[in-house]
């Protein structure tokens, strides 16, 4: 049985409303985090999706770290200052913060203990001698709730920031250095429908 599936212990909708909050603000965290990482690669957004579109944030986030760290070593500063690297580097321990406590909210299974707390168990495999017996469990009160959710919001805000003072590279920029113009979406849709009716048997 759910441990919320009953009038007792299911979630107040100020509870739900804020657990949906911080989950809508981490997907945005996810985005930008794809973006920020073609820009420090300068690559063209829509391309950088080829590999972006695979990660998860951990990955994204490890990523971001070397593509700063080449920024920093081999093109020493000259594409990216300082600053705005370290300004890079210095938002991951929040990020940090924030996805332990979104896959707590995916993985867990969540209660209500009052209108002003809620609970969440992992239903782990783990004795209560060991260590992950402790992280296994959670209670979170509403000001928590409105403290994590205001904290994702904030890391949204300076993702935006930061994505704002990094130079665009453009699929027009790339083509344009090879005396190429991009097509439009048009023709290349277009040029699909064609090449689709052309298999058909």
Not at 104 to 120: K, N, Q, V
Not at 134 to 156: G, P
């Amino acid at each position: 049985m759910s441990l919320n599936h009953n009038a007792y212990s299911d979630l107040t909708t100020e509870q739900a409303e804020l657990i949906g909050r911080i989950g809508i603000e981490w997907s945005n965290v996810e985005f930008l985090l794809g973006q920020l990482l073609s820009r420090v690669l300068m690559t063209p957004e829509f391309l950088g999706r080829v590999y972006t579109d695979q990660m998860g944030a951990v990955q994204l986030q490890k990523a971001i770290t070397q593509a700063v760290e080449i920024q920093r070593v081999r093109y020493c500063c000259r594409v990216l200052d300082y600053d705005l690297l370290q300004a890079i580097n210095k938002i991951n321990p929040a990020i940090d913060v924030a996805r332990g406590m979104r896959n707590r909210f995916a993985h867990f299974c969540w209660a209500r203990s009052s209108d002003e707390e809620i609970f969440g168990t992992a239903f782990s495999a783990a004795l209560p001698h060991q260590k992950e017996s402790e992280r296994d469990f959670r209670t979170l009160s509403i000001d928590e709730l409105k403290l994590a959710h205001k904290s994702v919001w904030d890391i949204v805000e300076e993702l935006t920031k930061l994505l704002a003072r990094i130079p665009e590279s453009t699929e027009e920029d790339a083509l344009t250095m090879k005396g190429l113009q991009p097509r439009s979406w048009s023709v290349v849709t277009r040029s699909l429908v064609a090449e689709s009716e052309d298999q058909q048997p």
